[in-house]
């Protein structure tokens, strides 16, 4: 089976502009979820869908925003870049509760 | 709300021996998986080994294992015979398990512990 997998791998952006990630999870999984990972605050928890539907959504500006399709391949946009957007961006794909599987990351840097 | 704490940043271990990494929580829920997650540092996370809560058998796979301490909200993590490849960050995480109702599959990770394996 396909693991998870994340595009672009990595991508460089000036602030103020906009950028698109794009989450195939493993087939048959029906949830995504994507975290924020940076030095300083760790891992974070942006959102989670399950079959098209917003579940849970974590403590980020309306900046961040996602959708799933449905194929259950998920997006998550970020609207005017801030240089404090700069992270390694994760999603998650997962089945149950004690197996999430997770892609390699996208790099985002903006300048 | 949950927290993880991982209260040791760094670590190192020489190649063959034995390290423990630490790992407490806080949480009002009483069902829940623990996790350690494994980031090389080609930055895939890949789960390393969980424990469901309501299990008191510490979970074993291969060369890791955990102590896990309901009461006390612990869950460390055992390696042994450490290897070069073990070299990465690790991450404790916490998901609460609200069965059908309510669901989110919603991680809750500590900070790391950055673990390095010398020759």
């Known amino acids: 089976k396909a693991g998870v997998t994340q595009t672009p791998r990595y991508l460089i952006k000036t602030r103020g502009q906009q950028v698109t990630l794009s989450c195939s999870p493993i087939?048959?999984?029906?949830?995504v979820s994507w975290y924020q990972q940076t030095p300083g605050q760790g891992l974070q928890f942006l959102f989670e869908y399950f079959s098209e539907t917003q579940r849970n959504k974590g403590n980020f500006p309306g900046r961040f925003s996602g959708r799933q399709f449905s194929n259950s391949r998920s997006e998550m946009n970020v609207s005017t870049l801030e240089l404090g957007d700069s992270a390694l961006y994760l999603c998650?794909?997962?089945?149950?509760?004690?197996?999430?599987?997770f892609g390699p990351g996208t790099r985002l840097t903006v300048l | 709300a949950q927290t993880v704490t991982q209260s040791q940043p760094e670590m190192s271990v020489q190649e063959a021996e034995t390290v423990t990494l630490s790992c407490t929580y806080d949480t009002s829920e009483n069902n829940y998986y623990l996790f350690w997650y494994k980031q090389p540092p080609s930055r895939q996370m890949i789960l390393v080994i969980r424990?469901?809560?309501?299990?008191?058998q510490n979970a074993t796979e291969n060369r890791f294992s955990v102590n896990f301490q309901k009461a006390a909200k612990s869950f460390s993590l055992k390696i042994s015979d450490s290897q070069l490849g073990d070299t990465a960050m690790y991450f404790c995480a916490f998901i609460p398990f609200r069965g059908s109702g309510g669901s989110n599959y919603k991680l809750t990770f500590g900070k790391g512990t950055l673990l390095t394996v010398n020759p």
């Open positions: 424990q469901e809560a309501y299990k008191q």
């Open positions: 998650a794909s997962g089945i149950s509760y004690n197996e999430q599987f």
């Open positions: 087939s048959g999984h029906r949830s």
